[in-house]
């Protein structure tokens, strides 16, 4: 039982780990596109990020669309379809 509950509780831990760097990455990608205009969302493609990559897009309110990758902090980014 107390292998179960340590396997359990470093779970948990790596959990909020990766939570905390999503927040991190989502925080950076914001401020990069504050500069853009006004943020009406920003979404994650769950699909294609992982650990080390976040991936999605930033709704304009002015229209466009943005996608992006944030890798470490580089952010890497295109409007939606061109």
Do not use: C
């Amino acid at each position: 039982m107390g292998a179960g509950i340590l396997a359990a509780s470093a779970k948990y831990h790596l959990d909020v780990q990766e939570d905390r760097q999503k927040a991190v990455a989502l925080r950076q990608v914001r401020e990069f596109f504050a500069d853009f205009g006004t943020i009406v969302t920003v979404f994650v493609d769950e699909s294609q990020s992982s650990k080390e990559v976040l991936v999605g897009g930033v709704v304009m309110k002015e229209g466009p669309v943005y996608l992006f990758e944030n890798q470490a902090g580089e952010i890497i980014y295109g409007e939606e379809g061109r």
